[in-house]
C-alpha cells in the first residue's frame, strides 16, 4: 500500500496506519455517492486541486489520471476552464504544474 504512494503520505500512512485506513475508506465512500464516472471523479479532483492552489495535489491527480487512460488534452482545458473563475495566473501556475508531470 504505502509504497505505491508518495513519499509524505507513505511515511504517513506506515507511522498511522489506522488514520490511512479511514482516510482511503472516506474516499471509497465519497466516490461510490453520486452518479459521477471514474473519469469524472478524477478531473473533477483535479479542478479541485487547481481551485486550491496545492501544486503537490495537481501533481497527484495528474500522475494518477494519465495513469487511468485520461489524454493530457483533458488535463490542461481544466487548466483553461480555471482561469474564469480563478484567474490567468492560477490557471497558468496549473497548466505548468500538469506540464511538470511525464505521461
Given amino acids: 500500500m504505502a509504497d505505491k504512494i508518495p513519499s ?8 498511522h496506519p489506522d488514520v490511512w485506513k479511514a482516510y482511503s475508506a472516506l474516499g471509497a465512500a ?10 469524472e471523479r478524477r478531473l ?3 479542478a479541485l486541486a487547481v481551485g486550491a492552489g496545492s ?15 485520461i489524454g493530457r488534452d483533458a488535463l490542461l482545458h481544466v487548466s483553461m476552464l480555471a482561469i474564469g473563475p480563478l484567474g490567468l495566473p492560477q490557471a497558468v501556475a496549473a497548466k505548468t504544474w500538469i506540464e511538470d508531470i511525464e505521461g
Fill in 55 to 69: 501544486e503537490g495535489a495537481v501533481h497527484s491527480h495528474t500522475r494518477r489520471a494519465l495513469a487511468e487512460g
Fill in 44 to 46: 473533477v479532483k483535479l
Fill in 8 to 15: 509524505a503520505p507513505a511515511r504517513l500512512a506506515e507511522a
Fill in 30 to 39: 465519497t466516490a461510490a455517492a453520486g452518479p459521477l464516472t471514474e473519469r
